[in-house]
């Protein structure tokens, strides 16, 4: 009987420390940044593009909407050196089928019904991207600055 508690012992033992082993750390990569949306209109004179947060995408300072209950706290930056992914929502204010195109360091044609609406979602790097159409006279300006937030410190995402 007294082996048996023994052995038992010994097998516990044994459990326990190998149940210990393995890393004692684990580094968690930052989470990527948040998206940012930037609405643009293509009209007869102008087009405009606006980011979501009001200045440009990756700006130093531009903060993100969600996080306006903690203006002064310092936001988690993820890797400045990632492309930063932009949801593009594209709406045409005139009365022709046209196209949009995107001109920078990456670039992107969007085909516009009269009329309608369209979207794309790119992952953009550090840069200038210029936005013009057939359509419209003007074109529309878009930075995307080195900055990229976190969404670590963010609740209710996947």
Not at 3 to 20: D, I, K, Q, S, Y
Not at 98 to 110: A, N
């Amino acid at each position: 009987m007294r082996g048996t508690w023994v052995t038992a012992a010994a097998l516990m033992a044994a459990c326990a420390a190998l149940a210990g082993c393995g890393s004692s750390t684990h580094e968690n990569e930052p989470r990527p940044p948040v998206p940012t949306v930037v609405s643009v209109s293509v009209g007869e004179d102008e087009i405009s593009a606006n980011a979501a947060i009001g200045r440009g995408v990756g700006e130093p300072g531009a903060r993100q909407p969600y996080l306006n209950q903690n203006r002064n706290a310092p936001q988690n930056q993820a890797d400045r050196a990632a492309p930063a992914v932009v949801n593009v929502a594209v709406a045409n204010l005139t009365d022709r089928a046209t196209t949009l195109r995107m001109q920078g360091p990456v670039s992107r044609v969007l085909a516009l019904t009269p009329g309608g609406s369209g979207s794309f979602d790119m992952a953009l790097p550090t840069g200038i991207y210029l936005f013009s159409s057939p359509a419209s006279s003007g074109t529309a300006r878009l930075n995307v600055g080195p900055s990229r937030v976190s969404s670590g410190g963010d609740v209710l995402l996947p």
